[in-house]
């Protein structure tokens, strides 16, 4: 690689928060003009402090950044943009109240000759933008009237736009469709050909071997080595990444079931009769068996989370009726759900899971204290041994209970979402999403945790958009298409072609 | 003895309650030691800080109130007509000029105007937790509104009464101390324990954080709301019944005009974020002793009339700039790059 073709290159950047977390030390990277670069390590490895160092949103310790060779010192996102690097983060931080057009030349508005802002340009130059993304929408409507993952695509429109030459994407695929993925990667590619340098972080190894021309590891905040993507197997790559706990990891992500807890006749803890809620849930109809992992598939919208929510009483039942252990039971609020032993972590853990600004103990605690009462206040002693119990059963990864949950990396956080649960002694839980945008090693450990718990006994509802782990933690798989149930597989039954077959529309066996 | 002081200086209350010794330090240097002298007449304690205590029970009952309003995010800006409604309706009780049966007994009148404000809560409640209104919004219809009751109540005339029961709750001692600090002892008392024993204040933060995540942990996020709307009008009647028991009368047009805004500005300066989380109680009641001292301070001054209220916003511009935390990274920084700029 001639030195010419560098584009970006950072030489020993450290970055601590306070005196006790090392977030970054001595770490390196390069990028070239026209690649597709990995980032990639586990959550705590240092790539989003890394991201947020060169697009100036942190301050860095040491170290130099350097762009076309010459030296750069970001301390703000604008001035990382006039240094042409521009960044897409997985949650989409746009205004979603303004327009699509507004959010894609906000600050940088044309203006007209009386120096208002000239509209009819604004329109038309979003338009002819997002066309060549293949995205055909009405720019002038809010962006909130659009989906996630049509919301990621204007994201990456506006940065691809705002003449950069490096662009970074931070986990842009974890909400996007596989139809879209594709969509993305041809642009990414498109841009790339145009001599764009380009850091992708991803949690998919499959995207990361699909796109990619160089792989970049990080690990605890310290570098492990760039290496060229065709030359580095997938096995050796997921080694690096978890660093000695490889072994240990194989092993997880080759747990299976035993063959006769399939076969165990189980008594049945919650059933639906006819339920429905109005405006998503119509006629539904399920059992739910202690000891069992019942896996909901289906594509986004096809009631898997729904019926989640109706289940805990977030979505109001307008018919049908509901039993838990063979009696009736009234699901009218989150309360009662609890009260009846059912536990659910919801699809977006930032925004409908953690409390932010408090601490991990009081994360920890909290539901645990709604089942309780508000008279029946948890000590400060047993909740800190509730705190110090669970952050060392899931290893949690944290200096200690009074960090704040917002401090942690996602998978931590997830963990944290559990042991939430956990703690009010359910008999039943249901996970949405629970491995989202987390690494690997941590989706394993989750993944290992809900085995464990349904081997003892507690009932378990597992969603996922991930075909793979559905089919190594599900002993039972019912298929949702437009808010129906179109297809259940038991044990054996249960494979990614089956499951497919019914989404798609096959026969419902 | 180190140890103590770093924990003391991680409370939230910790620079509220510099910042208010500091407003007495200056007040005693000023005045030449004269500030801090207390004088003992009829066995009563008699002093600028009584008086600062004394006039500002109201302001600390308020702030009681609304620290956990705004620790939920919301506001509260009807607290000052509501101390109108209240008073009216003792007034007129105690003058015999509504409920003559009750010959104007002031433990009715007491009773009635907290019940009164209490329904002023749960009507705010009841808008911001069940209909969903902005709670600045859904408050402002009782602050408009409340006013106009009020005068409909006294029928658009100032009450005066004469009843030496009445006054006490404003001017009465107990024990050489003055009875409103009795009653803030009580309100406030009563908040900090409930708050603190029970998981209330847990889960008031955890709303005021994230109340969709708190929905669905279980929490009865509309029950929670309408219980402190309504705690925050009963606390405005009782401030009303003060403020009525120290004018000797109900004034519907100026009683607790714009105390609201004094409310907010004391929690603020205590330290809560006004955009819901964590909150301390007794750190808006400091912060209530501090806006009551800073007016203190201005009238002690011997300020022209027309100036109190530049000087009063000018103090409240530093205060807060000593609580910012960009202001000093701000400060820190141009240190750093003027000495930089020295050095080479």
Known sequence: MSAGNQLLTVRNISKAFGKAVIALADVQFDLNRGEIHALLGENGAGKSTLIKVLTGVENKDQGIIEMDGRQINPRSTQEAQNEGISTVYQEVNLCPNLSVAENIYIGREPRNRFGTINWKKINADARELLDKFDLHINVTKNLDHYSVAVQQMVAIARASDIDAKVLILDEPTSSLSSAEVDKLFQIMRKLREEGMGIVFVTHFLDQVYEVTDRITVLRNGKYVGTYLTKELPRVELVGKMIGKDYAGLKEAMNAKWPEEAERQEKETFIKLVNVSSPGTVKGFELTVKMGEVLGFSGLLGSGRSETAKVLFGIDPISEGEVKVKNEMAHLHSPLDAIRNGIAFCPENRKTEGIIGELSIWENIILALQVKRGIFHKISRKEAEELAKEYIEKLQIKTPGTEQLIKNLSGGNQQKVILARWLATDPEFLMLDEPTRGIDIGTKAEIQKIIMDLAGRGMAVLFISSEIDEMLRCCTRMIVLRDMKQVGELNGKEISEEAIMRIMAGGEAS | ?344
């Not at chain 2, 030691?33 to 007449?41: D, K, N, P």
């Not at chain 2, 104007?104 to 329904?119: H, K, Q, R």
């Not at chain 2, 205590?270 to 806006?291: C, E």
């Open chain 2, 1 to 344: 003895m180190r140890e103590t002081w770093n924990r003391l200086s991680e409370k939230q209350y910790f620079r509220p309650l510099i910042i208010f010794i500091i407003i007495l330090l200056f007040n005693g240097i000023v005045s030449k030691g004269e500030f801090f002298t207390l004088s003992i007449v009829d066995g009563h304690l008699y002093g600028r800080i009584i008086d600062i205590v004394r006039n500002g029970s109201k302001l600390m009952i308020l702030a009681g109130g609304m620290t956990m309003i705004l620790a939920t995010g919301g506001t509260d800006i009807s607290v000052g007509s509501i101390m109108a409604i209240s008073g009216a309706i003792a007034c007129s009780i105690v003058n015999g000029n509504i409920f003559p049966s009750f010959n104007g007994n002031v433990a009715a009148a007491i009773i009635l105007a907290i019940l009164a404000g209490t329904v002023s809560g749960i009507w705010n409640g009841f808008l911001v937790a069940k209909i969903k209104i902005q709670p600045i919004v859904a408050t402002m219809i009782l602050m408009v509104a409340g006013r106009g009751i009020a005068q409909l109540i006294t029928r658009g005339k100032i009450v005066t009464i004469t009843s030496e029961t009445y006054y006490f709750i404003n001017g009465g001692y107990i024990c050489g101390l003055p009875f409103p600090l009795f009653i803030v002892l009580f309100l406030v008392g009563f908040l900090v324990l409930f708050t603190g024993r029970t998981a209330f204040g847990l889960f008031l933060e955890s709303v005021g954080c994230n109340p969709t995540a708190s929905k669905y942990v279980g929490i009865k996020v509309d029950r929670m709301l309408l219980a402190i709307y309504t705690l925050s009008g009963a606390f405005a009647a009782v401030a009303g019944l003060i403020e009525s028991a120290g004018i000797k009368g109900a004034d519907c047009n100026n009683a607790g005009l714009g105390i609201e805004m004094d409310a907010i500005l004391a929690v603020a300066i205590g330290g809560t974020n006004l955009m819901g989380g964590r909150f301390s109680i007794p750190a808006s009641v400091i912060g209530a002793l501090i806006v009551q001292s800073i007016t203190t301070t201005v009238l002690a001054l011997g300020v022209p009339a027309a100036y109190i209220r530049v000087l009063k916003a000018l103090l409240i511009i530093i205060i807060c700039l000593s609580q910012s935390k960009q202001f000093k990274d701000l400060v820190i920084k141009r240190k750093m790059i003027n000495r930089k700029v020295v050095g080479s």
